[in-house]
């Protein structure tokens, strides 16, 4: 295990001194009458949330308690043609030897933490569930990964990036788990780096092209004769409402990061509307406390390259060409869907594209499902890759028990 | 007959200016890419230079004293369902009795300020040239207009607006001139204030809703077999390249002005960089200065309803559907193409939509035609309007000589 160092968030005094001042001058604009969402971001949450932060908001007292949940990392990896990222992560293993090794991919506006629920599931050792060694990284530019400053860091080099990291910890076999970007680039990894190294991988968004006469008319005609279900009319809505009000966010992100990145860097309230939009809207009523959606944020601002960094994702990989058509794989899974998630292709969309294995269906939960429904998640995993489950023993060697 | 009408000079508090200055001080830029030219967004150095330059340099009471030099008011004007709205404007007469009454009006991120460099040249007397008296408002939430905080204030609404504003201020006939918002706002004025009140308009925003055949089934079919001129080629591709790369703005001020207010209301920086990324994509080469495009920001930065406001008018606009429209207008119309105006609709559009009376087409110039280009645009009043013209002698009494 060359280069890797333990390591432990110790946010700057002066960066804590300078958020307070900045708080502290925070200009609020009005609001029109009885706005709620309908605007955006209500102005009694951010005042409310901006208040707590600069207040009674512990950010030392956070910073201990991920620091002593979560064993992190980091370490150098070469990525060809970008030279060496210096990659955060959080690695943790079960006490189960043959468990199976797991990499948790985090998307935007998550983060490595996302995984602190599901962690002690997953790696502990439970006769009758397999367990799991899990690897969650920071993406680069994100949490205390590096940024990537050269431009057109894209899908095939996260996978490289990642594909190593799991290597580089002795685990030259693995599964993946994403959602959001997490999502995007396990397919990468999976496209790129599997069979021989992503055996499996499972995801909880639920998109995939469409099926089109021209790529398969048989499916086609079978799609257009088939009704949608109660869950995809209920799903079509939602992402109909998504993106009706909901894209601005997109737009701007995947067209001109380093614009609104300036208010983003600078303004700790800006950024804190900016993000919270999406906790809220993007949740399953999730009772998000003040502390917990502060430290989300926090995360981002004091992140080592800043909350500007973690826009040019959308940038670097809509200019790709390929986020509308991800390159396939032929490894094997699984999906979750939760209905408060933002897209839903037709199942048989999803299942035309993918060698869909295990699919689960939730009554509740939403985008973070291992931040909202972690028993719902780590239950949907321990099946798909437990002993009688469909994708048992994939990693040769490590079953999980 | 011109009641509550008050004499207006800017005076921004001592303490904006200080709490400026401290936010300036404590500026957190980004980081960037290598060498992204403005592919990502306005660039990290010329943010840098502008915001030392705001900092430490840029006299705002000096720039303050020049716009006082300007002629501007405030006054009362109900608008049916939302009271009385407090507005700013310029109105500045010429020496010439039976000069024609014009209303310029601005739009986003422009303000009252573009109409500085037309004034001397519009109000002018001479025997080869119409004059106009002018009169300029800040739209609602702009500069130092009040902002409407009930919901739903739409086209009809600014159009009572201006039209009472005119009325009040004695005249009862006049003619518009507008650009980006700013054409929406004047025609949709000409369509329910006209003929009556509006003989004719102007506008340097050449946009109508594409022909569809059911509306207007020969001029699509002539449309159609029409071949482009070479402007209208350019034009159709710098319209595509604007909505695949240059409309996040518009999409999020369109869906979320709350969310993205925050940054605008709290980030000195980050509205400049907002703001300025138009400034140099919509304008032809303008040389900018520093201290000119600091004075645009400043008056949002400082403005009476804070930055945040001037962005709902996407929404309430997205909302009612009138965007990109072009109200049903039956007074004579006239257009002026400057090459790097943002969109620029097929001739066959806009001509479907009102009776071109006049139209020129220029060399040089983009989206503020009366910031970058004020004697061409002066010019083409002049001609419409002139002796000659095609709308001479349209406001009864008012030949402009």
């Given at each position: 295990?060359?280069?890797?160092?333990?390591?432990?968030?110790?946010?700057?005094?002066?960066?804590?001194?300078?958020l307070?001042?900045?708080?502290?001058d925070?200009?609020?604009?009005?609001?029109?009458?009885?706005?709620?969402?309908?605007?955006?971001?209500?102005?009694?949450d951010i005042?409310?949330?901006?208040?707590?932060?600069?207040?009674?908001?512990?950010?030392?007292?956070?910073?201990?308690r991920?620091?002593e949940?979560?064993p992190?990392?980091?370490?150098?990896?070469?990525?060809?043609?970008?030279?060496?990222?210096?990659?955060?992560?959080?690695?943790?293993?079960s006490?189960?030897?043959?468990?199976?090794?797991?990499?948790?991919?985090?998307?935007?506006?998550g983060?490595?933490?996302?995984?602190?629920?599901?962690?002690?599931l997953?790696?502990?050792?439970?006769?009758?569930?397999?367990?799991?060694?899990?690897?969650?990284?920071?993406?680069?530019?994100?949490?205390?990964?590096?940024?990537?400053?050269?431009?057109?860091?894209?899908?095939?080099?996260y996978?490289?990036?990642?594909?190593k990291?799991?290597?580089s910890?002795?685990?030259?076999?693995?599964?993946?788990?994403g959602?959001?970007?997490?999502?995007?680039?396990?397919?990468?990894?999976?496209?790129?780096?599997?069979?021989?190294?992503?055996?499996?991988?499972?995801?909880?968004?639920?998109v995939?092209p469409?099926i089109?006469?021209?790529?398969?008319?048989?499916?086609?005609?079978?799609?257009l004769?088939?009704?949608?279900?109660?869950?995809?009319?209920?799903a079509?809505?939602?992402?109909?409402?998504?993106?009706?009000?909901?894209?601005?966010y997109?737009?701007?992100?995947?067209?001109?990061?380093?614009?609104?990145?300036?208010?983003?860097?600078?303004?700790p309230?800006g950024?804190?509307?900016?993000?919270?939009?999406?906790?809220?809207?993007?949740?399953?009523?999730?009772?998000w406390?003040?502390d917990?959606?502060?430290?989300?944020?926090?995360i981002?601002?004091?992140s080592?390259?800043?909350?500007?960094?973690s826009?040019?994702?959308y940038?670097?990989?809509?200019?790709?060409?390929?986020?509308?058509?991800?390159?396939?794989?032929?490894?094997?899974v699984?999906?979750?869907?939760?209905?408060?998630?933002?897209?839903?292709?037709?199942r048989?969309?999803v299942?035309?594209?993918?060698?869909?294995?295990?699919?689960?269906e939730?009554?509740?939960?939403?985008?973070?499902?291992?931040?909202?429904?972690?028993?719902?998640?780590?239950?949907?995993?321990?099946?798909?890759?437990?002993?009688?489950?469909?994708?048992?023993?994939?990693?040769?060697g490590?079953i999980?028990? | 007959?011109?009641?509550?009408?008050?004499p207006?000079q800017?005076?921004?508090?001592?303490?904006?200016?200080?709490l400026?200055?401290?936010?300036l001080?404590?500026t957190?830029?980004?980081?960037?890419?290598?060498?992204?030219?403005w592919?990502?967004?306005?660039?990290?150095?010329?943010?840098?230079?502008?915001?030392?330059?705001w900092r430490?340099?840029?006299?705002w009471?000096?720039?303050?004293?020049?716009?006082?030099?300007?002629?501007?008011?405030?006054?009362?004007?109900?608008?049916?369902?939302?009271?009385?709205?407090?507005?700013?404007?310029?109105?500045k007469?010429?020496?010439?009795?039976?000069?024609i009454?014009?209303?310029?009006?601005?739009?986003?991120?422009?303000?009252?300020?573009e109409?500085?460099?037309?004034?001397?040249?519009?109000?002018?007397?001479?025997p080869?040239h119409?004059?106009?008296?002018?009169?300029?408002p800040?739209?609602?939430?702009y500069?130092?207009?009040?902002?409407?905080?009930?919901?739903g204030?739409?086209?009809?609404h600014?159009a009572?607006?201006f039209n009472?504003?005119?009325?009040?201020?004695?005249?009862?006939?006049y003619?518009?001139q507008?650009?980006?918002?700013g054409?929406?706002l004047?025609?949709?004025?000409?369509?329910?204030?006209?003929?009556?009140?509006v003989?004719?308009?102007?506008?340097?925003a050449?946009?109508?809703?594409?022909?569809?055949?059911?509306?207007?089934p020969?001029?699509?079919?002539?449309?159609?077999?029409?071949?482009?001129?070479?402007?209208?080629?350019?034009?159709?591709?710098?319209?595509?390249?604007?909505?695949?790369?240059?409309?996040?703005y518009?999409?999020?001020h369109?869906?979320k002005?709350q969310?993205?207010g925050?940054?605008?209301?709290?980030?000195?920086?980050?509205?400049?960089?907002?703001?300025y990324?138009?400034l140099?994509?919509?304008?032809?080469?303008?040389?900018?200065?520093?201290?000119?495009?600091?004075?645009?920001?400043?008056?949002?930065?400082?403005?009476?309803?804070?930055?945040?406001?001037?962005?709902?008018?996407?929404?309430?606009?997205a909302?009612?559907?009138?965007?990109?429209?072009?109200?049903?207008?039956?007074?004579?119309?006239?257009?002026?193409?400057?090459p790097?105006?943002?969109?620029?609709?097929?001739?066959?559009?806009?001509?479907?939509?009102?009776?071109?009376?006049?139209?020129?087409?220029?060399?040089?110039?983009?989206?503020?035609?009366?910031w970058?280009?004020?004697?061409?645009?002066?010019s083409?009043l002049r001609?419409m309007?002139?002796?000659?013209?095609?709308?001479?002698?349209?406001?009864?009494?008012?030949s402009?000589?």
């Open positions: 295990m060359a280069n890797e160092k333990p390591f432990r968030i110790a946010v700057p005094d002066d960066a804590l001194a300078l307070q001042r900045k708080l502290a925070t200009r609020f604009p009005d609001e029109v009458e009885d706005a709620n969402w309908a605007y955006g971001t209500p102005l009694a005042k409310r949330l901006t208040e707590r932060w600069r207040g009674d908001y512990d950010w030392r007292a956070h910073e201990r991920l620091n949940q979560l992190m990392f980091t370490r150098d990896i070469e990525v060809d043609g970008f030279g060496t990222v210096n990659v955060h992560y959080v690695h943790k293993r006490s189960v030897a043959g468990a199976i090794p797991l990499i948790y991919v985090h998307g935007w506006p983060n490595f933490a996302e995984v602190s629920k599901i962690l002690p997953l790696t502990a050792e439970e006769p009758g569930h397999p367990s799991f060694h899990v690897v969650a990284p920071s993406l680069p530019g994100y949490g205390w990964s590096e940024g990537i400053l050269k431009p057109g860091f894209q899908g095939k080099n996978a490289e990036l990642f594909n990291l799991m290597i910890l002795g685990y030259s076999e693995y599964v993946t788990q959602g959001d970007w997490g999502f995007v680039l396990t397919r990468y990894m999976a496209a790129r780096h599997g069979p021989k190294h992503v055996k499996a991988s499972h995801t909880n968004a639920t995939a469409p089109t006469f021209r790529n398969s008319p048989l499916q086609y005609f079978k799609y004769l088939t009704p949608y279900t109660e869950i995809e009319r209920k079509i809505e939602r992402e109909n409402y998504v993106k009706m009000t909901g894209m601005g997109f737009a701007q992100q995947s067209t001109r990061p380093q614009t609104i990145g300036y208010a983003l860097a600078d303004s309230v950024w804190l509307a900016w993000i919270y939009e999406k906790l809220v809207s993007w949740t399953d009523e999730y009772p406390t003040d917990e959606v502060i430290t989300w944020i926090s981002y601002w004091f080592r390259a800043g909350p500007a960094a826009l040019r994702i940038y670097e990989i809509a200019n790709s060409g390929e986020l509308f058509s991800l390159p396939r794989t032929s490894v094997p699984g999906i979750s869907c939760f209905p408060k998630e933002l897209f839903r292709s037709p048989a969309f299942h035309a594209e993918s060698n869909i294995v295990f699919e689960s939730h009554a509740a939960g939403g985008h973070f499902p291992a931040y909202e429904k972690p028993e719902a998640l780590v239950d949907d995993l321990r099946r798909m890759f437990g002993r009688d489950g469909p994708a048992a023993g994939v990693v040769s490590r999980g028990y | 007959m011109i009641s509550d009408e008050e207006f800017i005076s921004v508090p001592d303490d904006a200016i200080a400026l200055k401290r936010k001080e404590d957190r830029f980004p980081d960037e890419v290598e060498d992204p030219g592919d990502y967004g306005a660039p990290l150095a010329d943010i840098k230079r502008l915001t030392e330059r430490n340099g840029y006299d009471r000096a720039q303050e004293r020049e716009l006082n030099a300007l002629p501007m008011f405030t006054r009362n004007i109900e608008v049916e369902g939302y009271g009385s709205l407090n507005v700013q404007y310029v109105h007469r010429s020496t010439v009795e039976g000069a009454p014009l209303l310029f009006v601005h739009g986003w991120p422009g303000s009252f300020i109409v500085t460099k037309l004034l001397p040249l519009l109000t002018a007397s001479s080869d119409p004059s106009f008296h002018v009169v300029a800040s739209l609602p939430g500069a130092w207009s009040e902002g409407v905080l009930k919901k204030f739409q086209g009809k600014y009572e607006l009472k504003l005119m009325v009040s201020l004695g005249y009862t006939e003619v518009t507008g650009g980006d918002r054409r929406l004047t025609l949709t004025t000409a369509s329910i204030y006209g003929p009556k009140h003989k004719a308009s102007h506008t340097n050449p946009v109508a809703e594409p022909l569809t055949f059911r509306r207007n020969f001029r699509f079919i002539k449309y159609m077999v029409t071949p482009y001129s070479a402007q209208e080629v350019q034009a159709a591709a710098d319209a595509e390249r604007f909505l695949r790369v240059g409309a996040g518009s999409l999020e369109s869906t002005p969310t993205i925050y940054s605008l209301e709290d980030s000195p920086v980050g509205l400049l960089a907002w703001i990324e138009k140099v994509a919509w304008t032809d080469a303008y040389p900018w200065t520093d201290d000119e495009v600091l004075t645009w920001i400043s008056i949002y930065w400082f403005s009476r309803a804070g930055p945040t406001a001037s962005v709902r008018i996407y929404y309430e606009l909302k009612s559907n009138e965007s990109l429209r072009f109200p049903e207008i039956s007074v004579p119309f006239g257009i002026s193409i400057f790097k105006e943002v969109v620029r609709s097929p001739r066959a559009f806009l001509s479907a939509k009102a009776s071109i009376v006049f139209e020129s087409e220029h060399e040089a110039g983009g989206h503020f035609a009366a970058e280009q004020p004697e061409a645009l002066a083409d001609a309007f002139g002796k000659y013209g095609p709308a001479a002698n349209v406001v009864s009494g008012c402009g000589y």
